[in-house]
């Protein structure tokens, strides 16, 4: 599959990337208790960590605001997916589990404070998967079942339409429990260099498919 950042993007923001790590063979489940409990404990750990502090501070999170800003989107009202982790975290309103995929992806997006997508691979359709600031015509039924529209908002699209955003992920191509393809998208800020993505993108796919089996193979998209 053949993955490329629209122009209009590239000229916006000249250093966007993204990773991008394709999954085989995997089996999904429920969480083992090890990921459980790490996740939980990380949250934990997270929540005495930002108790008095704004998340808006981290480097990471206050870049991304700024490209949501930069796309035209209110990062205020629109929040970044990793912001909204954190505001989770700091509301102590703990992530619950979903499955092993998804619960990994958020530890993960927690753990390098970046917002992370996992969608299932088989549910995509054509050759072509571009990632592009969204019009008044992109929109979908997100994860938490609410229509939203995607203009002014970064966002993944294959040949149906828009699938994926680091602000909120669609409920049409969730992982589940019958996934065993998957496509797994980081979204960097445009500081993040590219050696950096790289080592990145190998130690979170040796985790990913510690636990779910089956292969990887991972690029950065610039």
Partial sequence: MEIAIDHILKELSPDFKVGVVHYKDIQVSDSPQMLKGRLHLFQESLYFDYVDKKVTEIPAIAEWRKLFKLVGADPSRYRPSNEA???????????????????????????????????????????????????????YTAINERDITLSNKILTQDDIGAFGSPYLDSKRTAVTSSTVNAIHFIYFQPSFHSEEANQLLQSLSKMFTQIHGGVSNYSVIT
Avoid: E
């Fill in 85 to 139: 982790l954190y505001r989770r975290v700091q509301k102590q309103q703990f992530l619950s589990n979903v499955n092993s995929a998804v619960d990994l992806n958020n530890f993960l997006s927690l753990q390098y404070q970046l917002p992370l997508g996992i969608y299932d691979y088989d549910k995509l359709s054509g050759d072509t998967v571009t990632i592009k600031i969204g019009t008044s015509s992109d929109s």
